[in-house]
């Protein structure tokens, strides 16, 4: 009897060690396995590896919830981790190497934008950093450990499913609650003017569901039509007459890829001058600094807060709204002339496909687009199409416009495009500057001394035709060159090289308005520094020409406001302020904020006469 007794206690003790070892394995492999994850994706994102506690949390509750997620589908714990590894290690290294060529990181909407990413990629020269190394060394131990770590698979088939179906729901739970709710502040994430600065705090995976929350837009708080319209009744629209000898002026946009003067971030010397033309530019011309919301990248943005008058201020930061929210026919400086008799028409020297344009255009009020495939005799500098022959297909539809025919045409150049590691023999670098420190500057303002000779020439040209002609130039960001270079420009006036007003150097290009007939220039002499979104209003004010009352909301804007981008604002004192601090100027940033969310998505309740010309103007 006690043998008996003994014989099946052995069998138990022999089973419980049997499954413990089961457990072991499994518990061993879903510990180990996500800190690896955790570990090279923060390795991808050159991101810190111990932080604020919450926000390593939320890494590893996503990295988890990922797990669990296909673990639902599959049912098999291995293949789960497989594909979670897998997929977190191609997300890491495409955001690597996105950072890498543009300065920002990879965010969810990127997948729209990935024709544009093919067509400049072969301009990209792929360089291998130790944290690369690195995150692949852990990525290949994932794997190995995912090889050799061997264990059964939960033989209970119904307990399986009601696993697989309690974790399915715990992890929908979570989901509704971290978009639809408040719930992500408990995690306290950081909210970073640098994109690449919030990514090292926060962590790519957190950072990357963080982003995605931003492509649902929620109605502002306080948001009221009637308030609106009680807002819109106080707006007042000097409307503009002329007389019969007044000629409306063509005017020609161009917004210039990466065009800026890096020295506005900090002195450096060069062996020869790089922008001499623009800087000689006086008489019947217009210019400042032009503060932007994009950096290094998303030359959409920009176009879209110069031709619409919006800010990325109120939208989710790094969105693109090209690609996602110009749905149906917006306003636009397009439409605006349009309605005052102007042919409207777009030119870019690159694909028409790249983020929508071609579908963009003509919801914004462009009659017309031209792309590389239209424009005539481009010639290239580098993998891109040159300023000058852009600008002699400007030149050309001037020369071939109707009689009489008052044109708007806004321009997008190639010509300075990143990245600026370009090594054909066909271009040579001209510019040097800091002894040849830096060889992306270098390269970069040879570039832009290109584009100054090449804007001489659009000058002259419009200098000697008698019709009046406003041409309006700016640029869509500065660009991305050596990040030790812009440290050690800001660290020559700034103690923190990340406070805001050091930060916000690196978002300044200039700009220029500028005219072949007499301006009353001196009448803006005051207006050194303006935001994109402001410049519309300004181009129209300088043309004469009649504005909406959303411009007239703008104008008186600006004079207490005078920069507002999507990383935050300045008052007319100069202090620069972030969104969520409460200030004198809060009721106008709110008023400002309604009037563009009726402007752009409420689409029921949409305040028309705000955004078209007054009805006594027409």
């Not at 698979?153 to 408040?182: E, G, P």
């Not at 090289?497 to 803006?524: C, G, H, L, Q």
Request: hydrophobic fraction near 40%; proline fraction near 3%.
């Amino acid at each position: 009897m006690k043998e008996n007794i003994k014989k099946v206690f052995n069998f138990i003790k022999d089973k419980i060690k049997s499954i413990d070892i089961q457990i072991y394995k499994k518990m061993f492999i879903l510990v180990v396995i996500p800190i690896l994850i955790y570990l090279y994706t923060q390795m991808f994102c050159d991101g810190k590896l111990v932080f604020e506690h919450r926000r390593v949390l939320l890494n590893f509750l996503f990295i988890y919830f990922i797990i669990g997620f296909f673990y639902s589908i599959t049912g098999k714990i291995k293949v789960s981790l497989y594909i979670t590894t897998i997929a977190t290690c191609l997300v890491g290294i495409i955001n690597h190497f996105i950072t890498a060529f543009r300065g920002t990181p990879l965010v969810p909407w990127d997948i729209f934008s990935l024709n544009v990413a093919l067509t400049v990629l072969p301009t990209f020269k792929f360089t291998v950093t130790k944290k690369l190394i690195i995150g692949l060394l852990l990525f290949a131990l994932s794997i190995f450990l995912l090889i050799i770590v061997k264990f059964d698979s939960f033989k209970n088939k119904k307990f399986k499913v009601i696993y697989r179906i309690i974790v399915l729901i715990f992890i929908i739970i979570f989901i509704i609650c971290f978009y639809l709710t408040n719930m992500i502040k408990w995690f306290d994430l950081d909210e970073n003017w640098d994109p690449k600065e919030e990514y090292h705090n926060n962590g790519l995976v957190a950072s990357l569901f963080k982003q995605s929350r931003n492509l649902i837009i929620h109605k502002p708080d306080g948001y009221d039509v009637n308030s609106l319209s009680k807002l819109a009744e106080t707006i007042e629209v000097p409307i503009v007459e002329h007389d019969d000898d007044f000629e409306y002026p063509n005017i020609i946009a161009i917004m210039n890829e990466s065009f800026a003067d890096l020295k506005v971030v900090g002195n450096f010397k060069t062996n020869t001058k790089y922008l001499s033309y623009f800087n000689s530019l006086k008489g019947n011309v217009i210019k400042g600094n032009l503060h932007m919301s994009a950096f290094g990248a998303t030359t959409p943005n920009s176009e879209w807060e110069f031709l619409t008058s919006n800010s990325m201020a109120f939208i989710p930061k790094r969105a693109i709204p090209y690609q996602q929210y110009i749905l149906r026919k917006s306003y636009s400086l397009a439409s605006i002339l349009k309605e005052q008799g102007y042919s409207t028409s777009a030119f870019h020297c690159y694909y028409p496909q790249g983020y929508n344009r071609n579908i963009t255009y003509p919801r914004l009020g462009f009659e017309s687009f031209s792309s590389m495939y239209e424009l005539k005799n481009l010639s290239r500098i580098r993998e891109y199409p040159d300023d000058l022959s852009t600008y002699k297909n400007i030149v050309s539809l001037y020369e071939n416009k109707k009689e009489g025919e008052k044109i708007f045409n806004f321009t997008l150049t190639m010509q300075n495009h990143g990245s600026y590691t370009y090594d054909g023999e066909d271009f040579v670098t001209t510019v040097t500057a800091m002894d040849g420190k830096y060889p992306k500057l270098d390269q970069y303002l040879s570039l832009i001394k290109i584009a100054d000779e090449s804007l001489k020439y659009l000058i002259d040209y419009f200098s000697n035709q008698e019709e009046h002609t406003i041409i309006v130039m700016f640029g869509d960001h500065q660009p991305y060159v050596e990040d030790e270079f812009y440290d050690e420009m800001l660290s020559q006036n700034y103690e923190d090289i990340s406070s805001k007003e050091a930060v916000e150097r690196k978002y300044i290009t200039p700009f220029m308005i500028w005219a072949n007939y007499d301006i009353d220039a001196k009448k803006y002499k005051n207006i050194s520094d303006l935001s994109v979104n402001y410049l519309t209003s300004l181009v129209l004010d300088v043309a004469n020409l009649q504005k909406t009352p959303y411009l007239e909301f703008l104008d008186k804007l600006r004079e207490e406001i005078p920069i507002i981008t999507g990383n935050g604002y300045m008052d007319k004192t100069g202090i620069y302020h972030d969104f969520y601090e409460e200030t004198d100027y809060t009721d106008l940033i709110e008023d400002y904020h309604y009037l563009q969310f009726n402007n752009m998505f409420d689409n029921k309740n949409k305040l028309t006469s705000l955004f078209q010309l007054p009805v006594e103007a027409k």
